[in-house]
């Protein structure tokens, strides 16, 4: 199947990914892996005008544990979960 053309662009902090967001809006789609956007866009059941890549955000990686809560970013994964010794 042949997809729409689309752009891609790589936020490198949260507050490029959030303008840009802001500036596509309903036609962005964000993406870290690919392992879920990706296909959808090859069969066609998703189109969208520009994918977000905040694979690269720091920020969202981040695993801290302040007044007895953990807080996970975004882009914390069951590895980095299971080998922290916070958790």
């Given at each position: 199947m042949f997809t729409r053309p689309f752009s891609y662009q790589r936020a490198e902090r949260i507050a490029d990914a959030c303008s840009l967001l802001r500036e596509h809006g309903e036609g962005a789609k964000v993406i870290a892996g690919g392992q879920s956007l990706m296909p959808l866009i090859n069969l066609g059941l998703v189109q969208p005008d520009v994918v977000i890549d905040i694979s690269r955000v720091a920020g969202l990686r981040e695993l801290r544990a302040a007044d007895g809560y953990l807080t996970a970013?975004?882009?914390?994964?069951?590895?980095?979960?299971?080998?922290?010794?916070?958790?």
């Open positions: 970013g975004a882009l914390v994964t069951h590895a980095d979960l299971a080998a922290d010794p916070l958790v």
